[in-house]
């Protein structure tokens, strides 16, 4: 595994996650919250896991990992939202 191709791929999730704040952000004050930063943060994340998974270096997988950094924190959130939720 090169360090400089897993790097590329966290940069790419980072993107991701910069791209879901920057859409959702109310106020320039928001790019530095916590909330913010934990997005940047399972970016990069996702990003590391999808270089494990990837098949090749090429454009799709560019946009993928971008994908993924963008939705893969709607997901994770989602996953959590559903088996901490308290039956009623």
């Known amino acids: 595994m090169e360090v ?4 590329y791929f966290m940069f790419l999730g980072l993107l991701g996650g910069v791209t879901y704040v920057i859409i959702n952000i109310d106020g320039w004050e928001g790019l530095t919250s916590f909330d913010s930063c934990k997005r940047y943060v ?8 999808y270089d494990g998974l990837y098949s090749d270096y ?9 994908v993924a950094g963008y939705m893969g924190i709607s997901f994770i959130e989602g996953l959590i939202d559903k088996f901490t939720k308290k039956e009623e």
Request: proline letters at 5%.
């Open 4 to 7: 400089a191709h897993v790097l």
């Open 42 to 49: 399972i970016g990069i994340i996702v990003g590391f896991l």
């Open 58 to 66: 090429n454009f799709p997988n560019f946009i993928m990992c971008w």
